[in-house]
């Protein structure tokens, strides 16, 4: 490494910038090479989290176990095991990698325990953990959760009763009220929540900043406020500056999200569906690109296609969507919410492309499925009635 410092150092910016820019194969590249010079941390986490983006978790196992060789008491090392069993679905193995690093280093008893709690919770709806647990980061574990179960009275309680004092946490609370209500389709409230943001002073001095002042500002005002049309303009003036300072690709994803999202606000599921394909092979965990997938190719009537997406995603999807994630705190609120909102409803959107397909019997269990995840959910809610409906029409109750 002393003999070579410019090629070591090339090799860590490389692998640096390959996975910001989310090239998966080439982060793995370039720091397998940076790891053939040091026993450091970063070069191997690198590589696994490649390795596990591109599904291949035999490899990323491999480079866990290589790390453990070298940092053999670092508790780190299980939560990347864990995440591997999970990308699996392999739930006892996660919670056992879990608990092992938890026992290795007690003071990351948080951090272990919130996520387990969160594995039984996606895999068992066990959802005891939140109820005397009222700190900042679980607030937004418990909103999820209400959000998962269709408790969605409860969950506008808990939002309306919290006030944080920070302007940092203010600003990320009404960021995920602003979320939260776009997937409901709460547009009035959506345009209301975004000036009371608009209100706060966002920095402006970054290198990126037509890139940031039209994504942060310009665009989502569009979008918030219905003009769909000026707001896709937008992205298209972002993809150009993104495209003539050659950004990392972390910046186009969201710009990405931003195009997908208004094409499926405009009805052009032909055009979104393009757009959130690009995404999944990018993000291949992320459970409402999937779900927005499904739906493009249920209102195109390719349901062969819409069931095929639809059986890829997993139940602990928020989990495996975040980890190896380059990306800013509003994108895994993003995911995490996406997930809560998604999963459930992926269900009952099984249950209606089943039929779709006269297979009876499979939406039968799409359904039941669905209404047993929402057995608690507020009885006017669009979509549990219409269930309860179209499961009674099947079983002849």
Known sequence: MKKFPFVFYGFAMLGDHFYTDLDWQRTITYNKRWAQLTNTWQPYERIIHGFCKLGEIDSARFYTKKLMEIFP??????????????????????????HTGMSLFPDAKQYFGRTLALVHFYTEQVDSFWVDNKDYDNFFDLTNVLLHQGKCE??????????????DQITRKLKFE??????????????????????????KTSDFYVVDSLSSFSLPSCYYNGDFSTAFEYCNIVDKEIASRQ???VFSVRN????????????????????????????????IILYRLAQCYFNLGEFEKAKEILNRIKPTGALVGTYGNPMLLDYSDYINLGHAYAFPRSF???GKVNEKLGETQEATKAYQKFLDIWKNADEDLPEKTDAQKRLANLTGD
């Open 73 to 98: 008491n670092k508790y780190e090392v299980y939560i990347h095991l864990g995440y591997q069993f999970l990308i699996e679905d392999n739930i006892k193995e996660a919670i056992h990698s879990l």
């Open 154 to 167: 409860k969950l506008y309680r808990a939002l309306n009763e919290w006030n944080p004092e920070k302007s």
């Open 256 to 287: 990405s999200i931003w195009k997908a999202n208004i094409l499926f606000s405009q009805k052009n599921f032909k055009e979104s569906a393009h757009e959130y394909n690009t995404l999944y092979k990018i993000d291949n965990f992320n459970t």
């Open 247 to 249: 950004l990392p690709k």
């Open 348 to 350: 009952y959107l099984l």
């Open 178 to 203: 602003l979320i939260l209500h776009d997937f409901l389709g709460n547009m009035d409230l959506t345009a209301e929540i975004w000036n009371k943001i608009s209100d706060y002073s966002f920095s």
